[in-house]
C-alpha cells in the first residue's frame, strides 16, 4: 500500500519537475576531480606517500610514540621514544622536544603581546602597577626589540615584590651587552629547572609569579613571568638538540624568537615530517632559509596562483586540490582508499595556507597573512588540529587586541603541557581591559 | 440479518477497546534513552524496535492512545447526537426553530475551523492541556454538515407527513421518532458521521501536534511530558531521508488502521438492514 | 414529497443565501473576539512594559486599547475602502492586501484541485465506475494522515529545489503535490466515496428508482434530484474539511496561502493579517454556500417541473 | 528487502535526476535558525534579526574582524569635542544609499533622532536614551553627536545601524512601517522580507563591493532536511548546525564546519521565591542531583573525556575561556546523591514513599524550556524531568515559545507558572551579567527571570561597574561566580559552541564574532 504511494509521488515528482530555467555547468554531484597542481614527481616525496601503505601507517601506529603524538599528548611520546635509541627514535625524541620548545614559544609571544597590549604607554590605566616595567621589559625582549628591553630593566631594583628585583637584576645583567640573546637558561636569580635530560617534560613554577600591588585600592595583580615560559623553551631546545641536532634544527626553526641564536638546519628524515604540516624536508628547510629548493611541494603549489600578491582564493582553492591531489597519490601507492588518507592529506592543505600565510607576512601584507591564518583555524580541527598553529593565531589575535577568539584557542591547548596556564593570566589581563572598553552590551538568545 | 448486525457492532466495540484501553497503561514519562539501541528494528526490540534515541515504540503507542482515545470517542458521540437532534428538528420542529439552528449552524461552519481549535488549544492553562476541550470544539463545528445530512435525509421520508401516516398505524409519537425516524432511517447517517469525526479528530491531533514541533511551541493537544502518535509519523516519514525508521512508520500508520477500521465497521453495522 | 414539505422547501436555501451574504462581516466579528481573548497582546510583545515605555502607545496606534467591538468596527470600515491594514509581525510592515491577493489563488487552486479529486470519486462510487472494492484501496491510502504525506513532499521538494523552492515553478509543484496529499490522506477521497456511494446504493433500493429502471431510464437520472441535497450537504462538509486541512498542506510545504497566514498570523497575534485572511476564507464559504443553495433550488425546480416523479414515501 | 530497493532506486533515481536541476540561478542560500521577524535594527529581536541588519545597514563604527581595528566605512575623520561630552565626525562623500540617494550628515542625525523620540517603541531605542542627548548637523558631511556624560571611549558607543531620513516622515520610527520589509540601506545587500524567505541583492558602492550576486534566507526546517538539502547542494549552507549532525558534515568533502565565535552557556533557572526552593540547600541539592556528564552524552552526543569538545561544563555565568570565570569553583560534573540526599532533609523536606514532601505536601517540580533549543540539545527537557524524577521529584515538563520566553519569562512573569526554566544566554566580547542577577529595580535587573534579589549580590555588581581598574572588575566578577555558584539562582549547566557548515565551493567564508556577516564583500561563490 505505501509502495503504490510512493511509487505515485515519485512519479508525479519526475513527471512535474520537468524544466527549470537556465542551468549552471556546477554539477556537485560527481566526486571532486583530484587536479593536479603540482607534478606527480614532487608529490611523491611527500610524506604522506611514504605511510600509504596501510602497512607502513600501522607499523608506525604501532610504537607507543606516534600513538601518543597522533593525540598530540607530546610528553608521553617523549618518554616513549627516549626508552630506546634507535636512530630513528632519537630523530623522533628531538622532534618531540622541538614541537614542546614551539609551544612553549608561542605561550611566550601570547603573554608578550598580551603585556605589551595591557601596559603600554598609551594604554595605561592610573591604578596600574609600577612593577608593570618589568613585564614591560620581558616582553620586548621576546619581541625582539633590544633597546626597549634595556630601558625597562633596571627600574624596579627598589620594589618590594618578592622575588622580583632578583629577576630584574638577572635580565639587566644579561641585557647589559649590545647583542644580548635570550640565553635565560642558565641565568643566576632566574627560576631554577632540572638539568636538561631528553625525554623528560620538567614543571615550573607554577603561576601567579608575583603579585604586583595596585597604585589605586589594595588589590594586587597576580602576574606571571614570560621568563618561566622561555626558560621552559629554552630548555626543550636544548633537549631536542641533545636527542638529534639536525632535527632539532629543521623542527624548530619556524618557531625561533628573534633574539635568539640561530639553528643550523641538516637532513633530516620521515621523523621530522610525520603527521607535520609540511610535506617535504625541502619544505620545512625553506621556512629557515627563505629560498625554495627544488624538492619544495608548496612553492610549487603556490606557483599556481601568480602575481606579486598572490590571490586569496587561488590559495585556498590550491591547498584543497593540493589535499585531494595527494589523497588520490596516496590511494594509488596504497593500493585503494585508506579511512586515514583523508585527515593525512588534509594536513598538507592546512599546511599550505600556513606556508602562504607565512610569506605573506614575510613580504609586509599584514592583511593577507591574517585573512589566510584565520581562514585555516577551523581546519585546524579533530584529527588535523595543530596546538602549536592554534597558539601562533592566539598570539596574532593578542597583538591585534581580539581576545574573544584568543582565549579560545589557547583555553582549549591550556592542559597538554605544564606552565602553559601562565599565558592564560597575561591574556586574561588584556581581555578584561579590551573588554571594559567597549560599549554596554546586553546578553541575547 | 440482526445477528450480522449485532456482530458487526460487537466488533466495532472490539477494535475500538483495543486503541482506547492501552491508553490507560501509558508510562507518565519516556524511559531515558539508550544510544546503543538507537533505531533498533522490532526483531532486536520487540515489540515495535526503538525510536531514534534507543527507547521503545511501545511508549510511543500507549501514550498516543492516552492522548487520542476518549477525545476522539466523545467527539464522534457528540456528532452523532447532534446529527440525531438534526434530523428530528426536521422531521417535527416548525420552520423558525428549524430556520434559527440552520443559521447558526452555517455560520459555525463557515469560521476557519483550524484558527477556533489554536485560539482555543492557546486559551487552555498549561497545566489543563489536553485533547478533550479540541475534540469537541471540533465536533461542535463539524456538527452543522452532519445534522444538514440528517435534516436531509428525514426531509426524504417526507417530515411531518411520514409521522402522521405511522401514527395512522396506531404507532406512539415517540416510538414513531426514536425507532422508525432514528433508528431506522437517521441511524446510518449519523453513525457514520461520527464514525468519521472520530476519524477527524484522531488526523487533527496528529497534525496539531506535528505543527506545534514545527512552530517551536509548546503541544497544544498534550503535556509535553508524553508523545502523541505524530512523535512515531514524524520519525517514520524520514524513510525518504534514507533514515531505517520503517518500523516507527509501520506502527503509526498501523495504529491509525485500527481507528479507521474501527469507523468503517462501525458505519457497516450501522447501515446494516 | 408531501405537498407541505414542497412548499417549505425554499426555507434551506433562503437561509444560506442570507448566510453567505453575512458571512465576509459575521466570521471576522466571531474571529476578533476569539483572538482578542488570547493571553498578552500584541503592543506588549513588539514593546514589553518591563523594558519598553511606548506600550500604551502603540496599542493606541493599533486601535487597540478600546476593546474589541472598538478594533473590530475600525478593522471594518477600513476594510470597507479596500484597506487591509499592515502586518504587525509577520511579515512587519507590509501591507496586508497583497498578502491577500497572493493567497487566495494559492489556497483555491489547493482546495480547488482536491475538490475536483473528490469529486471524480464521489461520482464513480455513484455511477459505480468506481467499484466498491476500490474503496477499501482509497480507505488504505486514506490512512495516512495529510501531515506525513505533506511531510514527505516537503522534505522531496526542499531537498531538490532548496533555495528555488518559493519560485513560481517550485510553487506549482507544491500546489500539486499538496492537493494530493490533500484529496488522497486523512481518508478524504475514501469517505466522499463511501459517502455518496452509500446515499446511491440506498436510493437504488428504492421503488421509484427501480420502475425508473423498469421504464429503461438510467439510475442516477432518477436518482439524483433526490440524493442531491444531502450530497450537497455532504460535500460542503468535507469541502470545509478540505480548508482546514489545507492549513496544515500549506504551513508543512511553505506554501503561502490562507491556511498559512491564519495560522502563523494567529500564533503571532497579528490581527490585520488574521481578520484579512479570515475575511478571504468567509469568501471562500460564503461561495461553498452559495452552491449548495443552487443546487438545493435547481433540485426543487426540477421536481416542479416534472410532477409525475413524485411519489408517496415508502 | 528487494522491494523497498526498486521503491527505493525509482526515488532516487527521481531526485538524482533533478538534483541537477536545482542549482539552476548562481543565489548563495542558506538556513537560518528562523525568519527574521523584522528588518528594522530598531526593532531586532533576536540574533537572527541582527545577523540579517549586518547585511543590509551600516553600523557607524565596528570592529574589523581580521584586524580588530575599531574602524568605519562611513566616517573618514572625528575629534572629540565640548570638553569630550560631544564627537563631530567627518562622513565619506560618495556613499549612496541602495535606492540611489546620497548618504549624508543628516541621516546620522536622523537616526539618533529616531532613538530619542517616545514615538519610536523599542527597547533598543529606550537602550541609547541613556547614551545620546542629541545631535546637530554641520553642512552636508559633518555632524555632532552629543553624549548624557563623558565616555571614555566614546567610539565604541557608536556602534548603532545608520537610517535612511528620507524613507520616514517624521523622526519617530514604528514597528510597522514598510521600512520593516523592505528596507533602505548602506550595506552590502538590499534586503526583502518575505513571508516564507529573505532575498538580498548584492549592491555595489563605493565602500562596498560584494562579489555574491544575490543571498536567500531561508527558515530552519527538521536538521535532516537541512544537511540532505546542504549534501544535495539545494542550500550552500546552514547558520547553526546542531550537535548530533555536525560529525555527518566533518567527515563530507563537499563541506566544511566553520566556528562561529559566541560565547553562550546554558542553564537551570531555579525561581528562589517558592517555598521549596527557598532554602539555598534544596537548590544545592538538586544541582548535585544533576549528572551533566549523562546529560551531555545523551543530547549532545559528546563522550566523557573527548578532547576539545564543544561542550564544556561551567561552575558559574561565564564560559571557563572567560577571564571572569573563577576557576577555584568547581564544575560537578557527575551526580552525588548522598550529599544531594543529606542537603535535603537538613532544608526540612520530608520523603514520604519515595516522593519529597514540603510542610507534608508532596513536590511537582514544574519544568519548562524553550522549545527552539530542542534542536540544539535533543530531549534535554525529559532527561532532566528523568533524572529529577529518579530522585524522587514529581515533575511535569513544558515547552515555551520565542513569544512567550521573550516577552514573559525575560521580564519575570512566569513565577506562577514554573519552578524551574531551562535556557541560554549569548554574548560577544562584553560578558556583563548585572542584567539576570541584579534585583529588578528601576530598569535594573531587566532580564531577572524570577526577579532573584540578594543584597551582596547587588554589592558585587555595584563593584564591577564602578570599578577603577580592570583587577577590581575582575575581583568582583570572580566574587560573584563562587557566590553564585553557592547561592544558585542558576543551576549553570554547560557552555555550547555554535558551528556553521558551507559547502567548499564557497569561498573566503570568514564569519565575524555576534555579526556574522560583516566580511561578506571578500566570500565568493561562483556557483
Known amino acids: ?445 | 440479518m440482526t445477528r450480522g448486525r449485532w456482530l458487526l457492532a460487537l466488533l466495532a466495540l472490539v477494535f475500538a477497546a483495543s486503541w482506547v484501553v492501552p491508553g490507560f497503561f501509558a508510562e507518565p514519562h519516556l524511559p531515558d534513552p539508550d544510544l546503543m539501541k538507537r533505531l533498533a528494528p522490532p526483531s532486536e526490540m520487540p515489540p515495535f524496535g526503538a525510536d531514534d534515541r534507543g527507547r521503545p515504540l511501545l511508549n510511543y503507542a500507549l501514550q498516543g492512545a492516552q492522548v487520542v482515545g476518549i477525545p476522539a470517542l466523545v467527539a464522534g458521540l457528540l456528532v452523532a447526537l447532534l446529527g440525531v437532534v438534526g434530523g428530528l428538528l426536521a422531521t417535527v420542529g416548525g420552520g423558525r426553530v428549524e430556520g434559527a439552528v440552520a443559521a447558526v449552524g452555517e455560520l459555525l461552519g463557515a469560521l476557519p475551523r483550524m484558527v477556533v481549535v489554536l485560539v482555543v488549544a492557546l486559551l487552555v492553562p498549561r497545566d489543563a492541556r489536553g485533547l478533550m476541550p479540541i475534540a469537541l470544539t471540533w465536533a461542535i463545528l463539524a456538527a452543522p454538515g452532519a445534522m444538514d445530512e440528517a435534516a436531509a435525509v428525514a426531509g426524504r421520508l417526507g417530515g411531518a407527513a411520514f409521522v402522521e401516516a405511522l401514527r395512522a398505524h396506531g404507532f406512539s409519537r415517540s416510538r414513531i421518532l426514536l425507532y422508525h425516524v432514528v433508528g431506522l432511517n437517521l441511524r446510518p447517517v449519523v453513525v457514520r458521521q461520527g464514525a468519521e469525526t472520530m476519524m477527524q479528530v484522531v488526523f487533527l491531533e496528529i497534525a496539531l501536534s506535528y505543527l506545534a514541533i514545527a512552530e517551536r511551541q509548546g503541544s497544544f493537544t498534550h503535556s509535553d511530558d508524553i508523545h502523541s502518535w505524530a512523535s512515531l509519523l514524524d520519525l517514520g516519514y524520514k524513510v525518504v531521508l534514507d533514515l531505517p525508521s520503517w518500523h516507527a512508520l509501520g506502527l503509526g500508520l498501523g495504529l491509525i488502521a485500527m481507528v479507521a477500521v474501527t469507523a468503517v465497521t462501525a458505519s457497516a453495522a450501522a447501515r446494516a438492514r | 414529497m408531501a405537498a407541505d414539505g414542497a412548499r417549505q422547501w425554499w426555507i434551506r436555501p433562503a437561509i444560506r443565501l442570507g448566510a453567505a451574504a453575512l458571512l465576509p462581516v459575521a466570521v471576522p466579528a466571531v474571529i476578533t473576539g476569539l483572538i482578542w481573548a488570547l493571553p498578552g497582546d500584541p503592543a506588549s510583545l513588539i514593546c514589553p512594559p518591563e523594558i519598553c515605555s511606548g506600550t500604551e502607545q502603540l496599542a493606541a496606534r493599533w486601535n487597540l486599547d478600546q476593546g474589541p467591538v472598538h478594533f473590530f468596527l475600525s478593522w471594518l470600515s477600513d476594510a470597507a475602502s479596500g484597506d487591509f491594514g499592515k502586518s504587525w509581525r509577520i511579515q512587519q510592515g507590509s501591507p496586508v492586501t497583497p498578502l491577500l491577493l497572493t493567497a487566495i489563488p494559492h489556497t483555491a487552486a489547493l482546495v480547488g484541485l482536491a475538490l475536483s479529486l473528490l469529486l471524480a470519486g464521489a461520482l464513480g462510487a455513484a455511477t459505480r465506475v468506481l467499484p466498491a472494492r476500490a474503496d477499501s484501496l482509497l480507505s488504505a491510502v486514506g490512512l495516512i494522515p495529510t501531515v506525513v504525506m505533506s511531510l514527505a513532499a516537503a522534505a522531496a521538494v526542499s531537498i531538490n529545489y532548496g533555495a528555488s523552492a518559493f519560485d513560481a515553478e517550485a510553487v506549482r509543484v507544491k500546489i500539486l503535490l499538496g492537493a494530493l496529499a490533500l484529496g488522497l490522506a486523512d481518508s478524504a477521497l475514501a469517505g466522499a466515496a463511501r459517502g455518496v456511494r452509500s446515499i446511491f446504493e440506498s436510493e437504488r433500493q428504492r421503488r421509484y428508482v427501480q420502475m425508473g429502471i423498469l421504464r429503461g431510464e438510467g439510475v442516477l437520472s432518477n436518482a439524483w434530484p433526490n440524493a442531491a441535497p444531502a450530497i450537497a450537504g455532504q460535500m460542503r462538509a468535507r469541502t470545509l474539511h478540505l480548508l482546514s486541512g489545507a492549513v496544515v498542506v500549506e504551513v508543512v510545504l511553505q506554501i503561502e496561502g490562507l491556511g498559512d497566514l491564519l495560522w502563523s498570523g494567529t500564533l503571532a497575534q497579528d490581527f490585520g493579517v488574521v481578520l484579512a485572511a479570515t475575511f478571504g476564507f468567509a469568501l471562500l464559504s460564503g461561495s461553498l454556500l452559495l452552491a449548495q443553495a443552487a443546487v438545493e433550488i435547481a433540485v426543487a425546480m426540477h421536481v416542479r417541473r416534472s410532477p409525475p416523479v413524485r411519489e408517496v414515501a415508502a | 528487502m528487494s522491494k523497498t530497493r526498486n521503491w527505493k532506486r525509482l526515488i532516487t533515481g527521481a531526485l538524482v535526476g533533478l538534483s541537477a536541476l536545482a542549482t539552476c540561478g548562481s543565489t548563495l542560500s542558506f538556513y537560518e535558525e528562523s525568519l527574521p521577524t523584522t528588518l528594522n535594527p530598531l526593532y531586532a529581536a533576536s540574533m537572527v534579526d541582527h545577523r540579517v541588519n549586518e547585511l543590509v545597514f551600516d553600523r557607524l563604527y565596528y570592529h574589523d574582524p581580521i584586524t580588530n581595528e575599531l574602524a568605519s566605512r562611513l566616517v573618514t575623520q572625528w575629534e572629540l569635542v565640548e570638553q569630550g561630552k560631544a564627537v563631530r565626525l567627518t562622513l565619506r562623500k560618495d556613499i549612496k544609499w541602495q535606492d540611489g540617494k546620497n548618504f549624508r550628515a543628516d541621516d546620522v542625525c536622523f537616526t539618533v533622532r529616531a532613538m530619542l523620540d517616545p514615538g519610536t517603541t523599542s527597547p533598543i531605542a529606550e537602550g541609547y536614551r541613556s547614551v545620546f542627548t542629541g545631535c546637530e548637523v554641520e553642512g552636508k558631511d559633518q555632524a555632532i553627536v552629543r553624549f548624557t556624560k563623558i565616555f571614555h571611549n566614546p567610539l565604541n558607543r557608536l556602534g548603532f545601524y545608520v537610517l535612511p531620513q528620507h524613507r520616514f516622515d517624521g523622526d519617530a520610527v514604528p514597528p510597522d512601517h514598510d521600512f520593516s520589509s523592505h528596507p533602505t540601506g548602506t550595506g552590502p545587500a538590499s534586503g526583502n522580507l518575505g513571508s516564507k524567505q529573505v532575498n538580498f541583492q548584492g549592491i555595489q558602492n563605493s565602500h562596498h563591493q560584494p562579489s555574491i550576486a544575490q543571498l536567500s534566507l531561508l527558515e530552519a526546517q527538521d536538521p535532516l532536511v537541512q544537511v540532505k538539502t546542504l549534501l544535495n547542494n539545494g542550500v550552500q549552507g546552514i547558520i547553526a548546525v546542531p550537535p548530533p549532525y555536525r560529525a555527518e558534515v566533518s567527515t563530507s568533502d563537499d563541506m566544511s564546519l566553520k566556528g562561529y565565535d559566541l560565547r553562550s552557556w546554558w542553564f537551570i533557572a531555579a525561581d528562589q521565591t517558592k517555598p521549596f526552593l527557598k532554602d539555598k540547600k534544596v537548590r544545592q541539592a538538586i544541582n548535585l542531583l544533576l549528572d551533566r556528564t549523562d546529560l551531555r552524552q545523551l543530547s549532545i552526543g559528546v563522550k566523557p573525556g573527548e578532547q576539545n569538545s564543544p561542550c564544556e561544563f561551567i561552575s558559574g555565568p561565564f564560559v571557563q575561556a572567560s577571564p571572569y570565570y573563577n576557576h577555584d569553583v568547581p564544575v560537578s560534573a557527575r551526580s552525588d546523591k548522598d550529599r544531594a540526599l543529606a542537603l535535603l532533609t537538613e532544608a526540612g523536606l520530608t520523603d514520604v514513599g519515595g516522593r519529597w514532601h514540603y510542610n507534608g505536601a508532596p513536590i511537582t517540580l514544574r519544568i519548562g524550556m524553550k522549545a527552539a533549543l530542542d534542536n540544539e540539545a535533543p530531549d534535554l527537557l525529559s532527561q532532566i524531568g528523568n533524572q529529577l524524577g529518579q530522585a524522587g521529584f514529581d515533575r511535569q515538563t513544558y515547552k515555551l515559545s520565542e513569544d512567550e520566553w521573550n516577552t514573559q519569562a525575560i521580564t519575570g512573569q512566569l513565577s506562577e507558572n514554573y519552578d524551574l526554566l531551562i535556557g541560554k544566554w549569548s554574548f560577544g566580547l562584553v560578558e556583563d551579567v548585572n542584567a539576570l542577577f541584579h534585583t529588578r529595580r528601576d530598569g535594573r535587573g531587566s532580564k531577572n527571570i524570577f526577579n532573584y534579589s540578594n543584597p551582596q549580590v547587588d554589592a558585587l555588581l555595584a563593584q564591577y561597574e564602578s570599578a577603577k581598574t580592570d583587577t577590581q572588575a575582575r575581583d568582583a566578577y570572580h566574587k560573584l561566580h563562587s557566590m553564585l555558584a553557592e547561592d544558585l539562582p542558576y543551576l549553570f549547566l554547560w557552555k555550547l559552541d555554535t558551528k556553521s557548515a558551507w559547502r567548499t565551493d564557497v569561498r573566503g567564508t570568514t564569519i565575524a564574532p555576534y555579526y556574522y556577516w560583516t566580511e561578506i564583500d571578500n566570500w565568493k561563490y561562483g556557483g
Open chain 1, 1 to 445: 500500500m505505501t509502495r503504490a504511494m510512493t511509487l505515485l509521488v515519485g512519479a508525479a515528482l519526475t513527471a512535474a519537475l520537468s524544466g527549470c530555467t537556465g542551468g549552471d555547468d556546477a554539477d556537485a554531484a560527481t566526486a571532486p576531480a583530484a587536479v593536479a597542481i603540482v607534478p606527480a614527481a614532487l608529490a611523491a616525496g611527500a610524506w604522506q606517500l611514504d605511510v600509504a601503505d596501510p602497512a607502513a601507517l600501522s607499523a608506525l601506529g604501532a610504537n607507543p610514540g606516534w600513538t601518543a603524538r597522533f593525540a598530540w599528548d607530546l610528553p608521553a611520546a617523549a618518554a616513549a621514544f627516549a626508552g630506546d635509541d634507535a636512530p630513528s627514535s632519537k630523530a623522533a625524541l628531538a622532534r618531540m622536544h622541538a614541537e614542546m620548545g614551539a609551544l612553549y614559544r608561542q605561550a611566550a609571544l601570547i603573554q608578550a603581546h598580551s603585556i605589551l597590549e595591557t601596559y603600554k604607554p598609551e594604554q595605561r590605566r592610573d591604578g596600574d602597577p609600577v612593577e608593570v616595567v618589568y613585564l614591560l621589559g620581558v616582553a620586548h625582549a621576546i619581541l625582539g626589540d633590544r633597546e626597549a628591553a634595556r630601558e625597562h630593566f633596571g627600574q624596579s631594583a627598589g620594589s618590594g615584590v618578592a622575588g622580583l628585583p632578583e629577576a630584574d637584576a638577572a635580565w639587566a645583567g644579561l641585557a647589559a651587552s649590545d647583542d644580548f640573546a635570550l640565553n635565560v637558561l642558565g641565568a643566576s636569580g632566574l627560576y631554577g629547572l632540572p638539568a636538561v635530560a631528553p625525554g623528560q617534560t620538567p614543571t615550573p613554577k607554577p603561576a601567579p609569579h608575583f603579585s604586583l600591588p595596585e597604585t589605586v585600592g589594595e588589590l594586587t595583580v597576580e602576574a606571571a613571568d614570560p621568563t618561566v615560559t622561555l626558560q621552559l623553551a629554552m630548555w626543550h631546545r636544548a633537549a631536542a638538540e641533545a636527542a638529534d641536532p639536525a632535527v632539532a634544527a629543521a623542527v624548530l626553526s619556524p618557531w625561533l624568537l628573534s633574539l635568539e641564536p640561530p639553528a643550523a638546519p641538516g637532513e633530516v628524515g620521515l621523523e621530522a615530517l610525520f603527521l607535520g604540516p609540511w610535506p617535504t624536508a625541502a619544505d620545512l628547510a625553506f621556512v629557515a632559509t627563505g629560498e625554495a629548493s627544488e624538492g619544495a611541494l608548496f612553492d610549487a603549489a603556490l606557483s599556481a596562483c601568480p602575481g606579486e600578491r598572490p590571490d586569496l582564493y587561488c590559495v585556498q582553492e590550491s591547498a584543497q586540490n593540493l589535499a585531494r591531489q595527494l589523497q588520490a597519490a596516496m590511494a594509488e601507492a596504497g593500493g585503494g582508499a585508506h579511512g586515514d588518507h583523508r585527515s593525512l592529506a588534509a594536513q598538507a592543505q592546512l599546511g599550505l595556507l600556513r606556508h602562504a600565510s607565512r610569506r605573506a607576512f614575510a613580504d609586509g601584507d599584514r592583511e593577507l597573512g591574517a585573512r589566510l591564518m584565520i581562514g585555516a583555524i577551523d581546519l585546524s580541527a579533530g584529527a588535523t588540529g595543530d596546538p602549536i598553529f592554534l597558539l601562533k593565531t592566539a598570539a596574532w589575535d593578542a597583538s591585534v587586541r581580539n581576545t574573544l577568539r584568543a582565549q579560545q584557542n589557547l583555553h582549549g591547548q591550556i592542559n597538554r603541557l605544564p606552565g602553559l596556564d601562565a599565558a592564560r593570566r597575561s591574556l586574561d589581563a588584556l581581555a578584561v581591559r579590551v573588554s571594559r572598553d567597549a560599549g554596554p552590551a546586553v546578553p541575547l538568545h
